[in-house]
């Protein structure tokens, strides 16, 4: 059963790549004040995920800041290694939390988790964006094909704000 509208977002410890090393974060700690948005891409260097999905939170991090949101988060079900590799190739910088979720807890606790075996990926997220105030998800974006970002892309997030 998926997370909805309404819903407080789970509690769940990722580990995350800093400067000093792999560190535990917990979800609670980066979603839940404030208001955030949290996109998922089912994985990190995959073709809509690398050259749309990312980049449209990228180029829209300011836009997305001036509309109140404290916090923007892209979550994959991969190591914090690949998502550190991913966010130097993609310049994100500062602007965007990258959260693994290498073991897909978080994702499998959102209800949001997708078969991705036919192409060689295992079980992965669907490509969502949620937008998040102080824990609770105001407004949920679900794409039905995982190649799409007309829902999930920031320019539609921007649009809900």
């Known amino acids: 059963m998926s997370i909805n509208v309404g819903d407080k977002i789970p509690n769940v410890d990722l580990t995350i790549f800093t400067e000093s090393g792999p560190t535990t974060l917990s979800t609670a700690e980066v979603l839940g004040t ?3 948005v949290l996109f998922a891409v089912p ?29 923007i ?19 994100v910088g ?22 991705g ?21 105001s407004k949920l974006f679900i794409e039905e094909n995982p190649a799409g970002i007309e829902m999930s892309g920031a320019e539609n997030v921007l649009a809900a704000l």
């Open 117 to 137: 075996s036919g192409f060689g990926l295992g079980t992965r997220s669907q490509r969502f964006a949620i937008i998040i105030e102080d824990g609770v998800v």
């Open 43 to 71: 994985g990190a260097f995959t073709p809509t995920c690398s050259d749309y999905h990312l980049p449209s939170f990228v180029l829209r991090n300011e836009d997305l800041r001036a509309k109140g949101v404290t916090t």
């Open 94 to 115: 500062d602007g965007i939390t990258m959260l693994p979720d290498g073991n897909g807890a978080f994702t499998k606790a959102l209800g949001l988790e997708m078969d």
């Open 34 to 36: 404030g208001k955030a």
């Open 73 to 91: 988060a892209c979550l994959s079900v991969n190591d914090p290694f690949v998502m550190s590799a991913w966010a130097k190739d993609q310049n």
